[in-house]
C-alpha cells in the first residue's frame, strides 16, 4: 500500500537541535568537570535520543487501509468503513491514531468521531474495527487515504504518515426523501390511472392470447374464439413505457437580487439565497425520481450552467440504474447564488417528454422561461393525502408570448 506523507511533531529535547545543543553541553559540562550537571544532562540526551529514534521508527512496516461498507446512504443513515491496522515489526506498537478524514465533511453529523485510538498492536498482529459515521445532510465525497500518527512512550516525539487507501471509496449521502404522491403527473404524462403502474398498452402491438383471467379487461376480449370455441380469451398487447419525465432545476429562482448604482451604472446584485426551500426542492425532485421510478418511470435531471459548469443533461438511462446516478446529481449540487443560463435547452428538449420546472414558486426566472415552453412548475405543498403521502401541486407555467 501507498504511504503518501510523512510529518510528526517532537518535544524540544527529542528534536535534532535540542539533541544537538544537548550534545554541545555534555561536552562542555564534562569539560569543566561539571560531573553532576554532565550526569543529568546524559541522562536528558539519552531520553532525546531513545525518543527522537522510536517516534521516526513507530509506523515503519506498519499498514493501514480500508475498505468501503456502505457509501451510498441517505441522511440519518450510518456511513460504514472496515479498517484494518497491520504491525509488520518485531517490536510492538504502544498507540497509533487512526484520522478518517483530513477536514470533516459538511454532511457528517457534529458527533462523529473521527479519530480511532488503538493501543498494544503486538508483533506481527493485526487490529480491525468497523468505523460508522452518521450522516445528516446531502453530499459527496471521495476517501482516498486515511492518516496515522504514532510514536515512542514518554510522548515527546510522533510521527504521522499519509496511507492512501488500496479502494478509494465515493461517498455519497443521497437528499432526503419522504413519502410523495405523483399520481398527478402520471396522469399529465400518459394519461394512466396510478394502478397502471405507469405503463400502457399499446394496440397497435399484438403479442398473442391466453385465457381469460380474473382482472383482465373486457376491452381485450377476442371475440372471434368466443364465437368459434365458446371459450373467454383476451388479446394480449406489448406494454410500452410512456415518455420521458424531465426534470429541470431552475436554481435562480431560489434567490434575491437587488439593484445597486455605481460608477458603471445601475447593476444586479445578489440579495440573499433561499437556502432551506432550494434544499426542500431538491428533497422533491429525488422523492419524485424514486416515487417513479417504483411505477416504471424514465427521468431525466437537467441542471443549468452555473460558475464556469456548462449545461448539464443526466439521462436516467434506465429504470433500474437511474436512481443512484440523478440522486447522485443531486446530492453533489453546490449552488451558491451564481447566475444560472439554459442556453441550448430549447433545442434538446426534444424528447425529453413531460418537462416540469423545479422552481421557489410558480414563476421561474427570466433565463427559462424563455427557453422551456409548455413547461409545469411543481410547487412544494405540506398538504397530505392521509396515508402520509405528501401531494404535488402542477401549476401550468403561461410564457408572456402565449395567449397575447
Avoid at 216 to 227: G, P
Avoid at 263 to 289: K, P, R, Y
Wanted: glycine content about 8%.
Amino acid at each position: 500500500m501507498k504511504q503518501d506523507g510523512n510529518s510528526g511533531s517532537r518535544s524540544y529535547f527529542s528534536s535534532l537541535a535540542g539533541i544537538l545543543i544537548l550534545t554541545v553541553l555534555s561536552i562542555l559540562s564534562a569539560y569543566f568537570r561539571f560531573i553532576n550537571l554532565t550526569v543529568f544532562l546524559l541522562a536528558v540526551l539519552a531520553i532525546g535520543i531513545l525518543s527522537f529514534v522510536w517516534g521516526k521508527l513507530s509506523l515503519r512496516s506498519v499498514e493501514v487501509d480500508a475498505h468501503s461498507i456502505s457509501c451510498n446512504v441517505f441522511p440519518d443513515e450510518n456511513i460504514q468503513f472496515r479498517l484494518e491496522a497491520s504491525n509488520g515489526k518485531v517490536l510492538p506498537v504502544l498507540w497509533i491514531d487512526i484520522r478518517y478524514f483530513d477536514e470533516k465533511p459538511n454532511f457528517l453529523a457534529d458527533d462523529v468521531e473521527l479519530t480511532r485510538h488503538v493501543t498494544w498492536l503486538l508483533p506481527k498482529q493485526s487490529a480491525s474495527w468497523t468505523a460508522e459515521f452518521r450522516a445528516h445532510s446531502r453530499g459527496v465525497s471521495v476517501m482516498q487515504s486515511v492518516m496515522a500518527t504514532s510514536g515512542d512512550g514518554f510522548g515527546l516525539c510522533s510521527e504521522t504518515r499519509e496511507y492512501a487507501l488500496s479502494e478509494p471509496a465515493m461517498i455519497v449521502v443521497y437528499p432526503r426523501v419522504f413519502a410523495v404522491d405523483t399520481d398527478p403527473l402520471i396522469r399529465m404524462n400518459s394519461g394512466l390511472l396510478a394502478s397502471d403502474q405507469g405503463c400502457m398498452e399499446d394496440n397497435t402491438f399484438f403479442k398473442g392470447i391466453h385465457d381469460y383471467h380474473y382482472g383482465d379487461s373486457t376491452r381485450n376480449i377476442n371475440w372471434r374464439v368466443l364465437a368459434a370455441q365458446g371459450k373467454l380469451a383476451v388479446n394480449e398487447y406489448q406494454p410500452v413505457v410512456p415518455r420521458l419525465v424531465t426534470f429541470v432545476l431552475d436554481l435562480m429562482s431560489f434567490t434575491s437580487w437587488r439593484e445597486e448604482v455605481n460608477n458603471a451604472g445601475v447593476s444586479m446584485v445578489l440579495d440573499h439565497v433561499f437556502t432551506q426551500e432550494l434544499e426542500d426542492m431538491i428533497s422533491l425532485t429525488a422523492s419524485c425520481i424514486l416515487s417513479l421510478t417504483r411505477k416504471k418511470v424514465c427521468c431525466t435531471l437537467v441542471l443549468p450552467a452555473f460558475g464556469g459548469k456548462e449545461l448539464h443533461i443526466v439521462e436516467g438511462n434506465g429504470r433500474e440504474e437511474q436512481v443512484p446516478l440523478l440522486l447522485t446529481e443531486l446530492a453533489g449540487l453546490e449552488y451558491n447564488g451564481e447566475e444560472c443560463f439554459f442556453q441550448g435547452l430549447a433545442r434538446a428538449s426534444f424528447g425529453m417528454g413531460q418537462i416540469h420546472l423545479v422552481c421557489k414558486d410558480d414563476n421561474p426566472s427570466k433565463q427559462l422561461d424563455c427557453e422551456v415552453p409548455g413547461a409545469s412548475a411543481i410547487v412544494r405543498t405540506a398538504a397530505s393525502d392521509g396515508n402520509g403521502r405528501r401531494m404535488i401541486r402542477f401549476d401550468q407555467i403561461r410564457r408572456s408570448h402565449e395567449g397575447s
